[in-house]
């Protein structure tokens, strides 16, 4: 029997183990053979067979066809599954994008990422795109206030935050802030959203801090990184709700068994199909590569030395801070040992990691507040570090040996010593020879050096790499060394690197001429190894006192932040009214005086109303001083409700309101005040068993020529008040207040 017939004879049977597309193409083959032979006939009789049915073989010719598409999709799958996702990763991603389902970005940040595909958009356009989600306007100006701004003054416009932060930082951050507001919650029972957001922006933040020490990255862009390292999880719960719902109950978030399971159910994992969306939406390659490898074995990370390599570290550690957001508090401090152990290898221990460590807790604190997310408890790092098993190394000095820990490490846990700082530089020199001698020279040293040979690629390296050192040819292949270096020293990453200019002379027109142009120093040709390396350590010096600088910048900034916090806290306190929260007389004296000027120069109406609250001191007499604040806090909250959004309510005595009306006439502030009128006798005050019907007395002035002052219709209005004579209704009392129902006790007896 043919094989393909044999195969047609059993439709729908598939092999385990095998893809069902395989064995729709074997069915489809075998459809077109018994459409082109006919059944039970060799390969010499086609001719016979196409000549007796020409609508037999337009079937087949269109059944060919099928199956040639098939073989196509087919082979797509395959090279995907062998490991060439250059291609193929992204066509996976495509096929998850055509579910609709995949997290994207909505509304204002969908409309940013449009518009800043092309470099053709300016920062007006930009900044009126962002302005109409006032949301992502705040929380703009916050990240470019806080680590992720580097300007010296307080940021407070969109456009001074665009230029803060550059396009990049804008459009990740837009993209991270839609998906953090439109996947709070989903169909996923077992994965926790807020927690998956707690830990992403503790991420983020870590991020922020660990690169403002380690310089591998723009603060900026790390802070996006992070925040969106997990992303493929949450798309995973998304697309897949109950089948990543059953693999979540069967293996913990982010353990390799888990991992396995994804592969297994969906052909791809979490860290995969992160650097697949991130890529995706734009993010530079190194960042992608950087998400997908984080989480794997640290064989697998890039090789030692690499700025892939800090970054996977970098990111390593600022998970390990995440997840302080998904456990007890009580298991903060297990955590601890790995985050010293990730720390020494970036270099960043002792009392560096401890204040690295509290800047992401404290910019995480904040930044959850603002987000709205579920608070989490976490304490202090150095706490932590105190309650838990491991001691914090602290650089060992020739001056005196460093004491013993307060409490020595467990033998299975192995912290790697502090290592000696790794210094990046950049050489820019178009002889290979001299660049060889260079970098053989520097690495030697223990320096991790890179090389370019023309200014645009140095331009571009001198971003991506951000060296400590620039070694620079005086005269290139495309220019002049000394116009790279004026170039540089315009961009904020150039300002802090330390330049050095090769030359084969000493004239001293010449040198002047080059420092001029923004060179730290320069060294002759030929190269002297002692004297480059030399000059180079003094060089570090000034590197050093630059970081130092940044970081007690970066502490005033946060300190001058704070500050203004506090002033804002202590501004509400003073014009807010305790006991109701409302806004005080002295809020209500600055607003009245604003709006009378406005109403002089437009003639505009405005009325000024004073309300008491009738009874009031019968009401404490009788029931206690408790009860009658209660009573003024209850008719403020109804007064609140009552009024329009342009008015203005604020408590100005004990048992005296005072209400702007705005725009409003003698016959408008009538029918405003019947409403609150009604509203409160509508709604009785409730404590415990106790009810009281309340009532108000209303007196209102209306600006007019004959006042010269605010003060003067204030006046009026409450000479009104003394003057109204109004009644409780349905109680027949003067107290102003009806007993509704007794008090428990009251009944009881």
Same mark, same amino acid.
């Given at each position: 029997?043919?094989?393909?017939?044999?195969?047609?004879?059993?439709?729908?049977?598939?092999?385990?183990?095998?893809?069902?597309?395989?064995?729709?193409?074997?069915?489809?083959?075998?459809?077109?053979?018994?459409?082109?032979?006919?059944?039970?006939?060799?390969?010499?009789?086609?001719?016979?067979?196409?000549?007796?049915?020409?609508?037999?073989?337009?079937?087949?010719?269109?059944?060919?066809?099928?199956?040639?598409?098939?073989?196509?999709?087919?082979?797509?799958?395959?090279?995907?599954?062998?490991?060439?996702?250059?291609?193929?990763?992204?066509?996976?991603?495509?096929?998850?994008?055509?579910?609709?389902?995949?997290?994207?970005?909505?509304?204002?940040?969908?409309?940013?990422?449009?518009?800043?595909?092309?470099?053709?958009?300016?920062?007006?356009?930009?900044?009126?795109?962002?302005?109409?989600?006032?949301?992502?306007?705040?929380?703009?100006?916050?990240?470019?206030?806080?680590?992720?701004?580097?300007?010296?003054?307080?940021?407070?416009?969109?456009?001074?935050?665009?230029?803060?932060?550059?396009?990049?930082?804008?459009?990740?951050?837009?993209?991270?802030?839609?998906?953090?507001?439109?996947?709070?919650?989903?169909?996923?029972?077992?994965?926790?959203?807020?927690?998956?957001?707690?830990?992403?922006?503790?991420?983020?933040?870590?991020?922020?801090?660990?690169?403002?020490?380690?310089?591998?990255?723009?603060?900026?862009?790390?802070?996006?990184?992070?925040?969106?390292?997990?992303?493929?999880?949450?798309?995973?719960?998304?697309?897949?709700?109950?089948?990543?719902?059953?693999?979540?109950?069967?293996?913990?978030?982010?353990?390799?068994?888990?991992?396995?399971?994804?592969?297994?159910?969906?052909?791809?994992?979490?860290?995969?199909?992160?650097?697949?969306?991130?890529?995706?939406?734009?993010?530079?390659?190194?960042?992608?590569?950087?998400?997908?490898?984080?989480?794997?074995?640290?064989?697998?990370?890039?090789?030692?030395?690499?700025?892939?390599?800090?970054?996977?570290?970098?990111?390593?550690?600022?998970?390990?801070?995440?997840?302080?957001?998904?456990? !007890? @508090? =009580?298991?903060? /401090?297990?955590?601890? +040992?790995?985050?010293? #152990?990730?720390? &020494?290898?970036?270099?960043?221990?002792? $009392?560096?990691?401890?204040?690295?460590?509290?800047?992401?807790?404290?910019?995480?604190?904040?930044?959850?507040?603002?987000?709205?997310?579920?608070?989490?408890?976490?304490?202090?790092?150095?706490?932590?570090? !105190? @309650? =838990?098993?491991? /001691?914090?190394?602290? +650089?060992?000095?020739? #001056?005196?040996? &460093?004491?013993?820990?307060?409490?020595? $490490?467990?033998?299975?846990?192995?912290?790697?010593?502090?290592?000696?700082?790794?210094?990046?530089?950049?050489?820019?020199?178009?002889?290979?020879?001299?660049?060889?001698?260079?970098?053989?020279?520097?690495?030697?040293?223990?320096?991790?050096?890179?090389?370019?040979?023309?200014?645009?690629?140095?331009?571009?390296?001198?971003?991506?790499?951000?060296?400590?050192?620039?070694?620079?040819?005086?005269?290139?292949?495309?220019?002049?060394?000394?116009?790279?270096?004026?170039?540089?020293?315009?961009?904020?990453?150039?300002?802090?690197?330390?330049?050095?200019?090769?030359?084969?002379?000493?004239?001293?027109?010449?040198?002047?001429?080059?420092?001029?142009?923004?060179?730290?120093?320069?060294?002759?040709?030929?190269?002297?190894?002692?004297?480059?390396?030399?000059?180079?350590?003094?060089?570090?010096?000034?590197?050093?006192?630059?970081?130092?600088?940044?970081?007690?910048?970066?502490?005033?900034?946060?300190?001058?932040?704070?500050?203004?916090?506090?002033?804002?806290?202590?501004?509400?306190?003073?014009?807010?009214?305790?006991?109701?929260?409302?806004?005080?007389?002295?809020?209500?004296?600055?607003?009245?005086?604003?709006?009378?000027?406005?109403?002089?120069?437009?003639?505009?109406?405005?009325?000024?109303?004073?309300?008491?609250?009738?009874?009031?001191?019968?009401?404490?007499?009788?029931?206690?001083?408790?009860?009658?604040?209660?009573?003024?806090?209850?008719?403020?909250?109804?007064?609140?409700?009552?009024?329009?959004?342009?008015?203005?309510?604020?408590?100005?005595?004990?048992?005296?309101?005072?209400?702007?009306?705005?725009?409003?006439?003698?016959?408008?502030?009538?029918?405003?005040?019947?409403?609150?009128?009604?509203?409160?006798?509508?709604?009785?005050?409730?404590?415990?068993?106790?009810?009281?019907?309340?009532?108000?007395?209303?007196?209102?002035?209306?600006?007019?020529?004959?006042?010269?002052?605010?003060?003067?219709?204030?006046?009026?209005?409450?000479?009104?008040?003394?003057?109204?004579?109004?009644?409780?209704?349905?109680?027949?009392?003067?107290?102003?207040?009806?007993?509704?129902?007794?008090?428990?006790?009251?009944?009881?007896?």
């Amino acid at each position: 029997m043919d094989r393909a017939a044999g195969i047609a004879d059993v439709p729908g049977q598939g092999v385990a183990g095998r893809d069902p597309a395989h064995d729709r193409g074997a069915a489809l083959g075998a459809e077109v053979h018994g459409l082109v032979f006919r059944r039970g006939a060799s390969s010499r009789d086609c001719k016979p067979g196409l000549l007796r049915g020409g609508a037999a073989f337009l079937r087949a010719t269109l059944k060919f066809w099928e199956c040639q598409s098939l073989i196509e999709r087919l082979e797509q799958k395959d090279a995907y599954m062998t490991g060439n996702a250059s291609l193929n990763g992204l066509s996976k991603l495509e096929r998850l994008r055509a579910t609709g389902n995949l997290p994207s970005p909505k509304g204002v940040a969908l409309a940013i990422m449009r518009a800043t595909q092309g470099d053709d958009i300016s920062i007006a356009e930009l900044g009126r795109i962002i302005k109409t989600d006032p949301a992502f306007v705040g929380r703009l100006i916050k990240a470019a206030n806080g680590h992720l701004g580097y300007g010296r003054h307080p940021i407070a416009s969109v456009q001074d935050a665009l230029m803060v932060l550059g396009m990049p930082a804008v459009r990740a951050l837009a993209l991270g802030f839609s998906l953090l507001s439109s996947y709070r919650s989903g169909a996923c029972q077992s994965f926790n959203y807020e927690g998956f957001w707690a830990s992403s922006l503790m991420r983020a933040t870590a991020m922020q801090a660990i690169t403002l020490r380690t310089r591998a990255a723009p603060a900026d862009e790390a802070y996006c990184v992070g925040l969106l390292s997990r992303i493929g999880e949450l798309a995973m719960a998304t697309l897949y709700p109950e089948q990543y719902d059953d693999l979540l109950r069967l293996s913990a978030a982010g353990s390799d068994e888990l991992v396995a399971r994804e592969q297994a159910a969906f052909a791809l994992d979490h860290r995969e199909l992160s650097g697949l969306m991130l890529e995706d939406w734009g993010m530079p390659r190194i960042f992608a590569q950087v998400v997908a490898a984080h989480e794997q074995p640290e064989c697998n990370w890039p090789a030692e030395g690499a700025r892939e390599a800090t970054l996977c570290c970098s990111l390593a550690l600022a998970a390990e801070l995440g997840r302080l957001c998904e456990t !007890e @508090r =009580s298991e903060h /401090a297990r955590r601890v +040992p790995s985050i010293v #152990a990730l720390g &020494a290898r970036l270099q960043i221990d002792g $009392a560096e990691l401890n204040e690295t460590c509290d800047a992401a807790i404290r910019d995480w604190s904040e930044w959850s507040s603002l987000l709205q997310l579920a608070p989490v408890q976490i304490d202090a790092f150095s706490s932590l570090v !105190e @309650r =838990s098993a491991v /001691a914090m190394p602290e +650089p060992v000095t020739q #001056a005196a040996p &460093a004491p013993a820990p307060a409490v020595a $490490a467990p033998a299975d846990i192995a912290v790697p010593p502090p290592a000696k700082r790794q210094i990046r530089v950049l050489v820019v020199e178009s002889d290979a020879a001299v660049r060889a001698s260079i970098r053989a020279l520097l690495h030697d040293a223990g320096h991790e050096v890179h090389e370019v040979e023309t200014i645009a690629q140095a331009a571009e390296a001198a971003i991506l790499v951000q060296p400590h050192l620039m070694i620079v040819e005086w005269s290139l292949s495309d220019g002049s060394g000394l116009k790279l270096v004026e170039r540089l020293r315009q961009t904020r990453v150039g300002r802090s690197i330390y330049v050095l200019v090769l030359t084969s002379h000493e004239n001293e027109q010449r040198l002047v001429e080059a420092f001029e142009c923004g060179v730290d120093d320069f060294i002759t040709k030929p190269i002297n190894g002692r004297v480059l390396l030399a000059r180079m350590r003094a060089g570090l010096r000034v590197v050093k006192l630059h970081e130092e600088i940044e970081r007690d910048r970066e502490e005033i900034r946060h300190f001058a932040s704070e500050l203004a916090v506090s002033n804002r806290r202590l501004q509400d306190v003073a014009l807010t009214d305790v006991l109701t929260a409302l806004p005080n007389r002295r809020y209500f004296i600055d607003r009245i005086e604003q709006e009378w000027s406005a109403a002089s120069r437009t003639q505009r109406p405005m009325v000024c109303m004073a309300i008491e609250v009738d009874g009031l001191a019968q009401i404490r007499s009788t029931y206690g001083q408790m009860i009658g604040d209660a009573v003024v806090k209850h008719v403020g909250s109804v007064l609140k409700q009552a009024l329009r959004s342009h008015d203005v309510l604020a408590r100005t005595d004990d048992g005296v309101f005072s209400v702007l009306c705005p725009d409003t006439d003698v016959e408008g502030a009538g029918l405003v005040a019947a409403r609150l009128r009604q509203q409160v006798e509508a709604t009785p005050f409730r404590v415990d068993r106790l009810q009281l019907r309340i009532a108000v007395r209303i007196g209102s002035a209306q600006r007019n020529s004959s006042m010269s002052a605010p003060e003067a219709l204030i006046s009026e209005a409450l000479s009104e008040l003394s003057a109204s004579k109004g009644a409780v209704a349905d109680s027949g009392q003067t107290a102003g207040f009806a007993l509704v129902a007794k008090r428990e006790r009251d009944v009881t007896h």
